[in-house]
């Protein structure tokens, strides 16, 4: 097997998980930072990392790294770390494809005592039983003969600058116990936080999945509460502080769940679950109320404009934020799309106004140009769907500036003062 002194690190993906790694072991190793999007590689070797995650000093730093898109860049490398996407299709079932497409990469550059790790978030299972197939057939190696692997989940929260890559526990594993020493002790190089090393690959697979579902569920009793209190016409902000106040209450906060992660994740538990003959109920209970969100917002805000004699039908409505969460640009998986498919069905005239967001991608991914300004006093409920920084400096006065006289402000995530607003969730 490699030896840790000789390490040549090849990452592939250079995504919100590929490219901070990369950056990180590039400066203690050397790396190839290798991925298919040759416009990613050419931004990367020009030191622009659109997604943010990596600042342009931060970049330079790593100065054993290099970017490429040509597989032959990878050939000289001993260990490579997987970090390609991991969707579900349009059945909510896993797509697999990216990765194992990188497996296919793996198994044309990988050669005798290499090891591969993955990283990308999958069902327990998933690397030993639909990865290392493909790194076996392509290469024509053995499985812990001629290659080893291990499985390492990330766990980092993109626009998050103080919980990083170095700075988070890392789990760690792989496909024999001496792998798994090397995999951990090759983590260890970078990730300051410490590692935990698990006894198997499946159970540090098990352990990520996890993760996001049990954050998912948590979020889906929240946003059950709030339906239940909002009837009751209790804040239900109000509700979670005072319970808070408990030393074992979980501060989780109703919401849309978007993203590539929470959302996205707990199908590929669920889709095991389901192939070993088990139908999860609370984790796809779950699932469908975190999914019936936006419409429960856009119902509420209709509800309180014809409470105050708007018309709706031909309204203007404002919504703020257009991204999956807040101070980031990251626009996968959002569901404020929900809300703004909910209103256009009422005839309902939608700009959406985010800061962050690229609004060529927002056109392209989703068919929604975001407005440069919104117009002023033009709006008849504007409603806060992300907390972005911009949007809470302006503050209440500053969000109604763009409303009629007589309008809706609609605060989704407790970013503003509650007597300052019309509407929470
Ligand atoms: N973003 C997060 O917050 C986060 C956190 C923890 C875990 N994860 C998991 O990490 C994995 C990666 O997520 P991400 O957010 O970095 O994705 P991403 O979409 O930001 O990046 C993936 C990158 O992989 C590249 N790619 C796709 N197929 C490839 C291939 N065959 N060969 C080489 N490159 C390829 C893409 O061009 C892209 O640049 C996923 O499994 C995700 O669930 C993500």
Redesign the pocket.
């Known amino acids: 097997m490699v030896n840790m002194d000789n390490v040549r690190l090849g990452v592939?993906?250079?995504?919100?998980?590929?490219l901070p790694l990369a950056v990180e072991f590039g400066k203690v190793l050397p790396t190839v930072g290798?991925?298919?999007?040759a416009r990613?590689i050419g931004e990367l070797r020009d030191g622009v990392d659109h997604?943010l995650e990596v600042e342009p000093e931060l970049l330079a730093e790593a100065s054993q790294l290099s970017f490429e898109s040509d597989i032959e860049a990878l050939r000289a490398c001993n260990v490579y770390i997987v970090?390609?996407?991991?969707p579900i299709d349009d059945n909510r079932s896993p797509d697999l494809t990216?990765l194992i497409?990188?497996s296919e990469?793996l198994g044309r550059v990988v050669s005798q005592g290499d090891v591969v790790i993955y990283?990308?978030?999958v069902y327990p299972g998933a690397t030993e039983e639909a990865c290392i197939p493909v790194v076996e057939r392509v290469s024509g190696l053995v499985y812990n003969r001629d290659f080893f692997a291990g499985y390492s989940?990330?766990?980092?929260?993109?626009g998050d600058k103080e919980h990083r890559v170095t700075t988070i526990m890392k789990v760690t594993s792989g496909s024999t116990p001496e792998v798994a020493e090397f995999v951990d002790a090759l983590y260890r190089r970078v990730i300051t936080a410490g590692t935990h090393l698990a006894s198997s690959i499946a159970v540090a697979e098990a352990a990520k999945v996890i993760e996001n579902t049990q954050r998912d569920v948590n979020i889906a009793l929240v946003n059950e509460l709030a339906v239940i209190f909002n009837r009751l016409g209790i804040d239900t902000e109000e509700v979670l502080q005072a319970a808070g106040t408990k030393w074992n209450f979980l501060p989780f906060r109703p919401g849309l769940v978007g993203g590539?992660?929470i959302g996205v994740?707990p199908y590929y538990l669920t889709h095991k679950a389901q192939q070993v003959g088990y139908h999860p109920e609370m984790i796809l209970a779950g699932r469908r109320l975190n999914d019936g969100m936006g419409a429960y917002v856009a119902s509420q805000l209709i509800k309180q404009m014809i409470k105050r004699r708007i018309h709706v039908e031909g309204a203007r409505v404002l919504v703020m934020g257009l991204t999956f969460k807040e101070n980031c640009p990251d626009l996968r998986n959002t569901r404020v799309v929900d809300i703004i498919a909910e209103l256009a069905d009422y005839n309902i005239a939608v700009d959406v106004h985010d800061p962050q967001v690229n609004k060529d991608e927002a056109e392209a991914e989703y068919g929604i140009r975001p407005v440069n300004a919104p117009d002023t006093g033009a709006y008849d409920a504007m409603i806060l769907a992300v907390a972005h920084r911009e949007f809470k400096a302006l503050g209440a006065d500053g969000i109604r500036a763009w409303g009629k006289p007589q309008h809706v402000l609609y605060d989704l995530k407790y970013a503003l003062d509650k007597d300052s607003v019309d509407l929470r969730l």
């Open positions: 592939i993906g250079l995504g919100y998980v590929g290798f991925d298919i999007n990613r997604t970090t390609v996407p991991t990216p497409k990188a990469t990283e990308s978030t989940p990330e766990r980092i929260n993109p590539h992660c994740d």
